[in-house]
């Protein structure tokens, strides 16, 4: 698995269990769990580790402000 130079989250009663951050993950770190949320939609969710921070999932995912993706970068260098 490559280092991490990407973190996501996801609020899980804001997905609507689409998927297409699901197929838009070239690493395949996100999936769609057996839990419901709230609506009753199965929500995204983040495998923990391996994102490269590339943004993929955030751009194609049709709800505002679901999923946020952080790029991490090495201390002291700037983003």
Do not use: W
């Not at 057996?34 to 995204?44: F, Q, S």
């Not at 993706?69 to 260098?77: P, Q």
């Amino acid at each position: 698995m490559n280092p991490d130079n990407g973190k996501i989250t996801i609020d899980a009663e804001g997905c609507k269990g689409c998927g297409l951050c699901v197929e838009a993950c070239k690493p395949g770190l996100l999936s769609l769990s057996g839990r419901l949320n709230h609506n009753g939609y199965r929500v995204a969710e983040y495998a923990g580790q391996g994102c490269n921070g590339c943004g993929l999932c955030f751009y194609v995912c049709p709800e505002p402000g679901v999923l946020t993706v952080y790029k991490l970068v090495a201390e002291g260098a700037f983003a």
